[in-house]
């Protein structure tokens, strides 16, 4: 059974820091890319940021390029997720998810090319 266990979310001031960690189970996760997607109050799923499966490929949101990055540690089964200089409107529930196609992608991913999907982290950006 796949699990993904979000951590690291909170209240940080705005330009604050903090990096989230997504640990994952029931799966080969050196074999698959890996995302994350948010959430915020009221509003829908928003595709956030995506790394292969090797680590060596990225791709981000405009709202977060150059604020955000994405990292991956294979030996120990985890996705991370740096976030610096946070705004107010990066407040949201974030989740990580696994790329239902593999290893790589090849084209803009979509919301419904990620099969499972962790239980998210509330980051609230505030002062």
């Known amino acids: 059974e796949v699990q993904l266990v979000e951590s690291g979310g909170g209240l940080v001031q705005p330009g604050g820091s903090l990096r989230l960690s997504c640990a994952a189970s029931?799966?080969?996760?050196?074999?698959?890319?890996m995302s994350w997607v948010r959430q915020a109050p009221g509003k829908g799923l928003e595709w956030v940021s995506i790394?292969?499966?090797?680590?060596?490929?990225?791709n981000y949101a405009d709202s977060v390029k150059g604020r955000f990055t994405i990292s991956r540690d294979n030996a120990k089964n985890t996705l991370y997720l740096q976030m610096n200089s946070l705004k107010p409107e990066d407040t949201a529930v974030y989740y990580c998810?696994?790329?239902?196609?593999?290893?790589?992608?090849?084209?803009?991913?979509?919301?419904?090319?990620?099969?499972?999907w962790g239980q998210g982290t509330q980051v609230t950006v505030s002062s």
């Open positions: 029931g799966f080969t996760f050196s074999s698959y890319a």
């Open positions: 790394i292969n499966s090797g680590g060596g490929r990225t």
């Open positions: 998810a696994k790329y239902t196609y593999g290893r790589n992608w090849y084209s803009p991913p979509k919301l419904t090319d990620f099969g499972s």
